[in-house]
T-cell receptor, first 111, second 111 residues
Framework: DGGITQSPKYLFRKEGQNVTLSCEQN?????MYWYRQDPGQGLRLIYYSQIVNDFQKGDIAEGYSVSREKKESFPLTVTSAQKNPTAFYLCASNVQTGELFFGEGSRLTVL | SQELEQSPQSLIVQEGKNLTINCTSSKTLYGLYWYKQKYGEGLIFLMMLQKGGEEKSHEKITAKLDEKKQQSSLHITASQPSHAGIYLCGADLGGNNRLAFGKGNQVVVIP
C-alpha cells in the first residue's frame, strides 16, 4: 500500500548531538514537508521541497537541515544548534494543491 | 503572528449535541484542509475546500468555505465520543503549495 513512513517513532538524544529523522514516501508525490508540533502550537513548517534537489525554509528552519536527493526521501537533521528540539515531528507529502498525506510522526526527546 | 486562527481553542460538548469550530485567515485561502488528530498520532484527512461557497459533508461532519474564501467552519451533528480529538485546519495562503496550519481546536465529547 502507498503511504509515508517515518522512522524512528521514538528517539532520545543527548544535548549537543545531531539526529536525523527519516521520511520515505511511495506515493510518487513531488512535494514533501516537515512540520514540528508542540502542545498547543499546532503544526509549524520547518522545511519543504517542491521537487528533487530543491527545498525552501519554512517558518522555523533555524537549527534544522534537510536534503532531497531522491523523490521518495526527505530526511530531516536536527542539529545541536536547535535550542529546543524536544517535539513531535511530522512529515507529509502531496501533489500540487492536493491533500497532504502525513506519516505517523517521530517523537524526539532530548535528555 | 498566526496566519490561521482557529476558534474556539477548546470545547467540551455532551454526546448528541452539535458543535461548530472555525478557521479564519486574513489572507485569501487558495485551498483549505481539515484534519483530525489524536494526540501524539498522525493526521487524518477529513475534507478539502477550494471554491468560495463550497460545502462538503462526510457522515456527520460538514465543512464550508465562505464566499470571500477567508473563513471556514466545520460542523459536527449529534456528536459522539469518536469525534473527540484535535481538529486542525491547513491552508495554502500564497497559491504556491506552501501549507500553513492553525493551532487546532481541541474537542472533548462527554458521554
Amino acid at each position: 500500500d502507498g503511504g509515508i513512513t517515518q522512522s524512528p517513532k521514538y528517539l532520545f538524544r543527548k544535548e549537543g548531538q545531531n539526529v536525523t529523522l527519516s521520511c520515505e514516501q511511495n506515493l510518487n508525490h513531488d512535494a514533501m514537508y516537515w512540520y514540528r508540533q508542540d502542545p498547543g502550537q499546532g503544526l509549524r513548517l520547518i522545511y519543504y521541497s517542491q521537487i528533487v534537489n530543491d527545498f525552501q525554509k519554512g517558518d522555523i528552519a533555524e537549527g534544522y537541515s534537510v536534503s532531497r536527493e531522491k523523490k521518495e526521501s526527505f530526511p530531516l537533521t536536527v542539529t545541536s544548534a536547535q535550542k529546543n528540539p524536544t517535539a513531535f515531528y511530522l512529515c507529509a507529502s502531496n501533489v500540487q494543491t492536493g491533500e497532504l498525506f502525513f506519516g505517523e510522526g517521530s517523537r524526539l526527546t532530548v535528555l | 503572528s498566526q496566519e490561521l486562527e482557529q476558534s474556539p481553542q477548546s470545547l467540551i460538548v455532551q454526546e448528541g449535541k452539535n458543535l461548530t469550530i472555525n478557521c479564519t485567515s486574513s489572507k485569501t485561502l487558495y485551498g483549505l484542509y481539515w484534519y483530525k488528530q489524536k494526540y501524539g498520532e498522525g493526521l487524518i484527512f477529513l475534507m478539502m475546500l477550494q471554491k468560495g461557497g463550497e460545502e462538503k459533508s462526510h457522515e456527520k461532519i460538514t465543512a464550508k468555505l465562505d464566499e470571500k474564501k477567508q473563513q471556514s467552519s466545520l460542523h459536527i451533528t449529534a456528536s459522539q465520543p469518536s469525534h473527540a480529538g484535535i481538529y486542525l485546519c491547513g491552508a495554502d495562503l500564497g497559491g504556491n503549495n506552501r501549507l500553513a496550519f492553525g493551532k487546532g481546536n481541541q474537542v472533548v465529547v462527554i458521554p
